[in-house]
C-alpha cells in the first residue's frame, strides 16, 4: 500500500527530475546556440557598419571632387563664352567692314598700277 505508493511518488519524481535536467540542459543549450547566433549576427552587422561607413566616406569624396570638378567646368565654360563672344565681335566687325575694305584694297592696287606705270614712263590720260 502506503509503502509501494511512496515507492511510486519517489520513483515518479526521479523521472521528472531526470527529464526537468534534460530540460534545462537542452534549454541552456538552445539559449548558448542563440547567444553564439545573435553574437555572430551582431559582428556581422558591425561589419557591415563599418564597410557602409567606409563606402559612405568614399562616396562623400568622390561627391565633392565630382562638384569641384563641376564648379570648374562651368567657369571654363563661362570663361569660353566670354571668349566666343568677343571672337563674335571681331568677326563682326571684320564682316561688316569687309566691302569697304575690299574696295579701298581695290583703289590702292589702282593706284600702286598707275605708280608703276607712271615710274615705268607711261603718261596717264
Request: with cysteine; charged share 40%; proline share 0%.
Amino acid at each position: 500500500g502506503v509503502m509501494e505508493m511512496i515507492e511510486k511518488l519517489i520513483h515518479e519524481a526521479g523521472g521528472l527530475k531526470k527529464e526537468a535536467r534534460k530540460g534545462e540542459v537542452e534549454a541552456e543549450a538552445a539559449y548558448e546556440e542563440l547567444v553564439a547566433d545573435t553574437n555572430s549576427a551582431v559582428e556581422e552587422l558591425h561589419k557591415q557598419i563599418v564597410s557602409k561607413k567606409a563606402a559612405k566616406a568614399d562616396a562623400e569624396k568622390d561627391l565633392r571632387q565630382a562638384e569641384s570638378d563641376l564648379t570648374d567646368t562651368v567657369e571654363e565654360l563661362e570663361g569660353l563664352a566670354k571668349y566666343n563672344i568677343r571672337l563674335h565681335k571681331e568677326c563682326d566687325y571684320i564682316l561688316k567692314n569687309f566691302e569697304l575694305r575690299q574696295k579701298t584694297r581695290g583703289e590702292e592696287v589702282e593706284a600702286l598700277q598707275q605708280a608703276k606705270q607712271i615710274l615705268s614712263g607711261a603718261e596717264l590720260s
